[in-house]
């Protein structure tokens, strides 16, 4: 069972910074794709950005310019430099690792954007 450890989640004021970090608990075998999403109260969880094991990335338009993906395929773990940060940037964050044996999920991370 895959277990994904996150952290850096908090409270920051609006044009704020924070960076995410997500580990896998273990070495983990054919990872595809490593990223995060989020979600807001009453909203469905939605794609913020996405890294492949080779460093293509793809970024929600919303998150463009702001936010940072980028990952240590030796350690499993993928991070999430947030920039410019906004009010409608408040939410649960979820990292997530895609591999041969499906989709994993961590916990999820608040983050809140307010001044």
């Known amino acids: 069972q895959v277990q994904l450890v996150e952290s850096g989640g908090g409270l920051v004021q609006p044009g704020g910074s924070l960076r995410l970090s997500c580990a896998a608990s273990e070495f983990i075998f054919s990872v595809w794709v490593m990223g995060w999403y989020r979600q807001a109260p009453g909203q469905q969880r939605e794609l913020v950005a996405t890294i492949t094991t080779g460093g293509v990335t793809n970024y929600s338009d919303s998150v463009k310019g702001r936010f940072t993906i980028d990952r240590d395929n030796a350690k499993n773990t993928v991070y999430l430099q947030m920039n410019g940060l906004k009010s409608e940037d408040t939410a649960i964050y979820y990292c997530?690792?895609?591999?041969?044996?499906?989709?994993?999920w961590g916990q999820g991370t608040q983050v809140t954007v307010s001044s």
């Open positions: 997530i690792l895609v591999n041969n044996s499906g989709r994993h």
